[in-house]
């Protein structure tokens, strides 16, 4: 129904910046929202920011003020740029897409280190 191919993903210093793309294809006239959220080894996967069809966001806490994300629908895609990254944002990224009548879909996760 909705698949989504992430990139954007590497290895940063401590203060740099990189920027996740997510690019949606099929019934991508049903999506209402739109989200990153990332995971670590042996934790739960938690919500870094959300983005509506109308473009409304919100952010976790621990990325208010850093993180920005933004979307194109003209071309279905969303971009998360990261700023002033620390260490402890390091995970694997993952895009979600959601919408009345098709659920939730995921993409496949995008690595992003961040080194001290």
């Known amino acids: 129904q909705v698949q989504l191919v992430e990139s954007g993903g590497g290895l940063v210093q401590a203060g740099g910046s990189l920027r996740l793309s997510c690019a949606a294809s099929?019934?991508?006239?049903?999506?209402?929202?739109m989200a990153w959220y990332r995971q670590t080894p042996g934790k739960q996967r938690e919500l870094v920011a959300t983005?509506?069809?109308?473009?409304?966001?919100n952010y976790a806490d621990s990325v208010k003020g850093r993180f920005t994300l933004s979307r194109d629908n003209a071309k279905n895609t969303v971009y998360l740029q990261m700023n002033s990254l620390k260490p402890e944002d390091t995970a694997v990224y993952y895009c979600n897409a959601e919408g009345l009548y098709i659920g939730a879909h995921w993409g496949q996760g995008t690595q992003v280190t961040v080194s001290s």
């Open positions: 099929g019934i991508t006239s049903r999506i209402n929202v």
């Open positions: 983005i509506t069809r109308g473009g409304i966001t």
